[in-house]
């Protein structure tokens, strides 16, 4: 069965850092690019970055770019998501997902993990 | 402002058929593939239709997608209250190297 669980979410103050985890099992984590994906709380899905299996790709989000690290330990089938520079409008539940070949797109998702930025 | 269009809402009786419409354009829906994902309240997100018009294993085949140019459509037959979600289209975009979503479509079994 493949599952995926983040955690690491939490309160922070604006301006401050937290570090997203995700620990997958149920597939070989190795061979599948992942995504960061997050939902506002009320608001629609926004994606957040993409890396590929060997993460010689990585994409970001315009609004998280400069801000935001996405990386990954295939040996520990975990994926990361460094976040800095916190904005109250980075508010949001976070979901890891598994992507489908080349598409891009998520398959499966983890149950996510709330981040909120308030002071 | 999503990069890709969808009705805030739609509605329709338990058995009937409802349509779910998705416009995007040139660097997006035009030559990716599109995604439908059907989130029930408080939970994650799960694929419903993947490369236009394909079912993953257990979803029923009241679920089809379909893809015409710049917009594609999800379409529910056999309406059941349990179906009652917001469904969202996704797809990569070329031009801004990342995926998009649809802002979203909240159905209402009536």
């Known amino acids: ?119 | 402002q999503s990069v890709l269009t969808q009705p805030p809402s739609v509605s329709a009786a338990p058995g009937q058929k409802v349509t779910i419409s998705c416009s995007g354009s040139s660097s997006n829906v035009e030559i990716n593939s599109v995604f439908w994902y059907q989130q029930l309240p408080g939970t994650a997100p799960k694929l419903l239709i993947y490369d236009n018009n394909k079912r993953p294993s257990g979803i029923p085949d009241r679920f089809s997608g379909s893809k015409s140019g710049t917009s594609a459509t999800l379409g529910i037959t056999g309406l059941q209250t349990g179906d009652e979600a917001d469904y969202y289209c996704g797809t990569w975009d070329n031009s801004l190297s990342g995926v998009v979503f649809g802002g979203g479509t909240k159905l209402t079994v009536l």
Request: a positive charge; hydrophobic letters at 35%; aromatic letters at 12%.
């Open chain 1, 1 to 119: 069965e493949v599952q995926l669980v983040e955690s690491g979410g939490g309160l922070v103050k604006p301006g401050g850092s937290l570090r997203l985890s995700c620990v997958v099992s149920g597939f070989t984590f190795r061979s599948y690019s992942m995504n960061w994906v997050r939902q506002a709380p009320g608001k629609g899905l926004e994606w957040v970055s993409f890396i590929s299996s060997d993460s010689s790709d990585i994409y970001y989000s315009d609004s998280v770019k400069g801000r935001f690290t996405i990386s990954r330990d295939n040996a520990k089938n975990s994926l990361y998501l460094q976040m800095n520079s916190l904005r109250a409008e980075d508010t949001a539940v976070y979901y890891c997902a598994r992507v489908l070949g080349r598409s891009g797109l998520s398959v499966y998702w983890g149950q996510g993990t709330l981040v909120t930025v308030s002071s």
